[in-house]
C-alpha cells in the first residue's frame, strides 16, 4: 500500500491502493488529486516496433491521401 500524504502540508490522509484520488486536506484545504503512474512493462522486449503487426505500423508516405471533408 502506498502512502498518500497532503502535497502543500504532508499531512498522512490516509494509505492504499489507487487509480485517481482527489481528496481535500482537512488541515490546510489544498485539493490534492494523485494518479497511479503506469507500470513498467514486465517484458520490455514485447515493445520493439519489430514485433508489432504491420497494420499498426506503416512505413508509407502521406502522399496521395486525401484530406477529410470539413
Same mark, same amino acid.
Given at each position: 500500500?502506498?502512502?498518500?500524504?497532503?502535497?502543500?502540508?504532508?499531512?498522512?490522509?490516509?494509505?492504499?491502493?489507487?487509480?485517481?484520488?482527489?481528496?481535500?486536506? $482537512?488541515?490546510?484545504?489544498?485539493?490534492?488529486?494523485?494518479? !497511479?503512474? #503506469?507500470? +513498467? /512493462?514486465?517484458?520490455?522486449?514485447?515493445?520493439?516496433?519489430?514485433?508489432? $503487426?504491420?497494420?499498426?505500423?506503416?512505413?508509407?508516405?502521406? !502522399?496521395? #491521401?486525401? +484530406? /477529410?471533408?470539413?
Amino acid at each position: 500500500m502506498e502512502e498518500i500524504r497532503c502535497g502543500a502540508c504532508r499531512r498522512k490522509l490516509g494509505m492504499g491502493v489507487f487509480s485517481h484520488l482527489v481528496i481535500k486536506c $482537512p488541515r490546510c484545504g489544498a485539493m490534492n488529486t494523485l494518479r !497511479a503512474a #503506469r507500470p +513498467t /512493462p514486465e517484458r520490455p522486449e514485447r515493445l520493439s516496433t519489430e514485433r508489432v $503487426p504491420h497494420a499498426i505500423v506503416t512505413h508509407h508516405s502521406l !502522399a496521395g #491521401r486525401q +484530406t /477529410p471533408p470539413g
